[in-house]
Structure formats: structure tokens, C-alpha cells
């Protein structure tokens, strides 16, 4: 089972996370992303290979190609990990200010 957090380690890779990109504006075939970054189609086919691991892309055979696209499924466990780093974020925030303004009246 991949975690929210392989899922965020996959996009570390400045490659993957350009590819990523770009299959959030469109679902796209291997070669048309080899034609749009600096890397080959063996080089691209293994980056879409660690991110449909991950479970953040899948894939379906249209006649001799692969369309890739991004999961909606892996993409949801993402934000869901992301809304509870952003939430914590917050409520230590909202505990800091709160410390500070007792501080002050004191």
C-alpha cells in the first residue's frame, strides 16, 4: 500500500513533478510528453511507471498507445494528507497568536 507520503516523496523529483503537470492539463501519451521535456520516451515511460506506483497516475490502451492521466482516487489521498499538514499548520498558528495576546493582557 503506498502512503500519502510516497505519494508526496514521488513528486520530489523535478521530472516527475513536470510530467505531473502536465497530465493536470491534459491526459497525454508517452510520446507527446517526451516531445515537451528535456528527457526520452524510455526516461518518461519509467517517471510514469513511479507515479502510477504511487497511485497517482493511471493509464488505458487507445489501439498501440497508452494514454496517461492523473488518479483521482491517488489525488484525493494526497489532498487529504496535504488539508491535515495545512490544518495543523493552522491550529499551531491559531495557538501561537493566542499565547502572544495572553501574554500581552498579562
Not at 55 to 77: H, K, M, Q, S
Not at 100 to 105: P, R, S
Amino acid at each position: 500500500m503506498v502512503t500519502a507520503a510516497d505519494k508526496i516523496g514521488t513528486l520530489g523529483d523535478p521530472m516527475r513533478r513536470a510530467i505531473f503537470e502536465r497530465l493536470a492539463a491534459a491526459p497525454s501519451a508517452v510520446g507527446e510528453l517526451a516531445d515537451e521535456l528535456p528527457v526520452s520516451r524510455p526516461a518518461v515511460s519509467q517517471h510514469l511507471k513511479v507515479l502510477k506506483d504511487a497511485g497517482l497516475v493511471i493509464d488505458r490502451r487507445n489501439g498501440t498507445r497508452r494514454i496517461y492521466r492523473l488518479d483521482p482516487e491517488g489525488l484525493a489521498e494526497l489532498r487529504a494528507q496535504l488539508d491535515q499538514f495545512w490544518n495543523q499548520a493552522l491550529a499551531n498558528y491559531k495557538d501561537v497568536v493566542e499565547q502572544a495576546t495572553d501574554e500581552e493582557e498579562q
